[in-house]
């Protein structure tokens, strides 16, 4: 695959619509969208449910095709990449964070990491240091031998994020990542997901309806009715793009 002009974009999308078939009619959950995502940046889909922000994700990541339009991940057109080139990029270059924290019950925290690392190709005991270094990274190695469902709502999204960058992911896709938090675990997660962007150089996606979100991100695109109806300034304004 060729490499990005620009190496630091991530994500284009160029008037990128999707329309779902349903009992034999058309419904828009996407329209016309126009964007692009760098590295090292948090940038924020606000809206309520219903206004396409995780279809808009599922697009960015090659999970299901436009209707019309182009996606580019990391500089080549979707439709260009095989299945299984689609895969090794899903497993080492791009991951997702969800509210629901989709650990497995029946493994234990370091269990969860290390297979993610394993499924990446690295050997046994290389992916459970790997693993018992990334907790103690994000200081949770205390609970490495601890099972997901021993753990507070805010212990399993931490362990959710470590997973998530364990193969040094560019891209990550986080959808309501503190909706089933407390606010202090929803604000300390978004925190850490900026940290990952910035220090990280990250590209971060985070959708969400919560508006407290909007003073740590980059940039903030309101969505409804599947389009982008304006982008946020953070220092204060905004201009249209929708």
Excluded: W
Excluded at 214 to 236: K, L, N, P
């Amino acid at each position: 695959m060729n490499q990005p002009e620009n190496r630091s974009e991530i994500v284009r999308l160029e008037n990128v619509s999707k329309v779902f078939g349903v009992n034999g009619h058309g419904m828009t959950a996407v329209q016309a969208v126009t964007l692009s995502l760098s590295a090292g940046e948090l940038v924020l889909l606000l809206g309520p449910s219903g206004s396409g922000k995780t279809t808009l994700l599922t697009l960015m990541a090659g999970l299901i095709e436009p209707s019309e339009g182009s996606v580019s991940l990391f500089g080549d057109d979707v439709g260009e990449y095989s299945e299984e080139e689609l895969q090794r990029l899903r497993a080492r270059r791009l991951r997702f964070i969800f509210q629901n924290f989709l650990l497995i019950e029946s493994l234990s925290v370091l269990e969860n990491i290390t297979l993610v690392l394993r499924f990446a190709g690295k050997e046994a005991g290389e992916a459970r240091l790997a693993a018992r270094n990334l907790l103690r990274q994000f200081d949770i190695d205390r609970l490495a031998d601890r099972y997901p469902a021993k753990l507070s709502q805010g212990e399993k999204q931490r362990v959710a994020i470590a997973r998530a960058i364990a193969n040094g992911a560019e891209l990550i896709i986080a959808d309501e990542p503190s909706a089933s938090l407390e606010l202090s675990q929803g604000l300390e997660i978004i925190m850490l997901l900026r940290s990952l962007a910035k220090e990280g150089n990250r590209c971060v996606v985070v959708a969400s309806h919560d508006l407290r979100l909007v003073e740590f991100a980059d940039r903030v695109f309101r969505m409804r009715d599947g389009a982008i109806d304006e982008e946020v300034r953070v220092s204060g304004h905004a201009t249209r793009s929708g």
